[in-house]
């Protein structure tokens, strides 16, 4: 928030976050040989305002990717495809958030 200059350390207004990571196998052509699994990050944000007690900003986003799944004895690729995913997903998400407030910096704050 201070890298955009949106942080302002007299401000009665709170944001609540929360991030998810979800995923699923799944089969993706005719003979049953490309197991893939796909990695779902979803992230909910609101922007509360503390002094009339109420949320001001609703944002709520999805996004996902996958990878194609390797055999047993390289386990750990997996894993850190997995992490990397999410890692993504997450840097990609809070960066459409960022976007979304730059998008709606002259906008007044109102209880909703």
Known sequence: M???NFYNGSSYFTIN???DHGDEIY????DNTSDRERIKSSIKINIYD???K???FRYDESISQFYVI??????ESNNFAKEEIQEQ???ILVDLFINTLISNEN???KCI
Not at 70 to 75: A, D, E, L, N, R
């Open 27 to 30: 089969i993706t052509n005719i």
């Open 17 to 19: 976050a929360s991030i």
């Open 70 to 75: 390797v055999s047993s004895k390289f386990f």
């Open 107 to 109: 906008k007044e704050l």
């Open 50 to 52: 503390e002094l009339n």
């Open 89 to 91: 997903n997450t840097e």
């Open 2 to 4: 201070a890298s955009n």
């Open 54 to 56: 109420c949320v001001v």
